[in-house]
């Protein structure tokens, strides 16, 4: 009896510091698999969505809602005249503000069947095309957001209520940058407080990460809207002359 009680008593603090050493470890493992701080996005209100498992995975599930043929009856029917409608205030206010004009070469990113294409020629604005995955000709032609077919400079005015469905919403921003003209504007429409549907690929959580991404263009406003499910409109105009080349 007595040397039992004796053992265990001293065995404990062997115990203790057994445990001390073994917890460190665990720690000092969960530690190094940790991704390094510095190469951890600096964004944080801006969430890149989990369970794409390949680019074409991605691919796969925007095209599923695009292209079902049910969905695009109703789009280019019920839905046509309803959404050109709202379209053209919000293009008619950006044309009072002087940020569009008749002139303007306009694209529409993610434009889908493209009534805000419709709705730009309507309030005279020409030379306007939109660019989807789909093609509906002849307003939108086909191509991908992340690699937009154009050549660098190419247009004054680029408008997109798709920036949630961006994987790579620095590619995104980037493409949109690089196929303006200096001096060019973009009008975005996003979702920042609340979350859209489940084709989204981003979820954006103020207007922060938009100011970082669009990092050669100035902010010309934000304001509130009512967008289809969007509740922000973001407004950049490109810088002329860009202070990193300087
Ligand atoms: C919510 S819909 C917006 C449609 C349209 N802008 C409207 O307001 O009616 C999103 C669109 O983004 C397109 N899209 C998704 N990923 C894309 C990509 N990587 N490149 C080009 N378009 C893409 C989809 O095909 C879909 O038509
Ligand atoms: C722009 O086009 C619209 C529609 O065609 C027209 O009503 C308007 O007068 C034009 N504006 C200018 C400044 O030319
Ligand atoms: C734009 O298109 C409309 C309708 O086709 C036309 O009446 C107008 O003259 C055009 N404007 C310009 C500047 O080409």
């Known amino acids: 009896m007595k040397e ?13 510091f057994l445990s001390l050493i073994i917890l460190s470890l665990f720690f ?14 600096p964004i944080s209100d801006l969430k890149i969505r989990p369970g794409y498992t ?16 049910n969905l695009r009856k ?13 379209f053209t205030q919000f293009f008619n ?43 509906y000709p002849p307003n939108v032609i086909k191509g991908d957001f992340h690699h937009q077919p154009f050549d ?11 920036f949630d469905h961006a994987l790579y919403p620095d590619k995104f921003v980037g493409e949109i940058q690089r196929t303006l003209k200096p001096g060019g504007i973009c009008a975005l429409h996003v979702a920042v407080s609340r979350r859209s549907d489940k084709y989204s690929a981003n979820d954006l959580y103020s207007i922060e990460p938009l100011k970082e991404l669009f990092d050669g263009s100035d902010l010309v406003r934000s304001r509130k809207v ?6 922000t409109e973001v407004v950049f105009r490109k810088r002329k002359f860009d202070v990193k080349n300087y």
């Open 54 to 69: 390949s680019y074409d995975n991605y691919i796969h599930h925007q095209l599923q809602k695009t292209t079902n043929p």
């Open 74 to 86: 109703i789009w280019t029917s019920t839905d046509w005249h309803r959404k050109i409608r709202v």
């Open 28 to 41: 000092l493992i969960f530690l190094s698999l940790q991704p390094h701080k510095s190469m951890q996005k």
């Open 4 to 16: 039992t009680i004796n053992q265990s008593k001293l065995s404990k603090p062997k115990t203790f």
């Open 93 to 135: 206010r950006l044309k009072h503000e002087k940020l569009l004009t008749n002139s303007s070469k306009a694209l529409c990113v993610g434009a889908r069947v493209g009534q805000e294409v419709e709705a730009l020629k309507r309030v005279g604005v020409n030379d306007s095309v939109g660019l989807d995955l789909v093609p």
């Open 152 to 162: 660098d400079e190419t247009f004054d005015f680029e408008f997109s209520n798709v």
């Open 226 to 231: 009512d967008g289809f499910g969007l509740d």
